[in-house]
């Protein structure tokens, strides 16, 4: 599976900003697909996950309702809506796949290229 994240960018402390995940190669309906995200001197953290399947979600405890995590597989496509953005929720978000839903960066096979969400404050 090859991962494309895009949607990164600047914005405004209280603003919102929706991150994309794009797939290719094999069936990216048999994956969980989750966010993770890496601040400077910081380790990676858990954001979100949506499971094969059903579609189950899960959230990072710091999330508080304000992300939401899609998918479509018809386009294969994973989707992340951030909205109320924090200063402190500027990172490098990654998108990632595996065949088992966790919260360890570990449990994911396959790694796109981080995009960069800056908050200002």
């Known amino acids: 599976v090859q991962l494309q994240a895009s949607g990164g960018g600047l914005v405004q402390a209280g603003g919102s900003r929706r991150l994309s995940c794009s797939a290719s190669?094999?069936?990216?309906?048999?994956?969980?697909v989750a966010w993770f995200r890496q601040a400077p001197g910081k380790e990676r953290e858990f954001v979100s996950a949506?499971?094969?399947?059903?579609?189950?979600?899960y959230y990072g405890d710091f999330v508080k309702g304000r992300f939401t995590i899609s998918r479509d597989n018809v386009k294969n496509t994973v989707l992340l809506q951030m909205n109320n953005l924090k200063p402190e929720d500027t990172a490098d978000y990654y998108c990632a796949a595996g065949t088992i839903p966790g919260t360890k960066s570990y449990m994911y096979d396959y790694w796109g290229q981080g995009t960069l969400v800056t908050v200002s404050s």
């Open positions: 949506v499971k094969y399947g059903v579609g189950t979600t």
């Open positions: 190669g094999r069936a990216f309906i048999n994956y969980t």
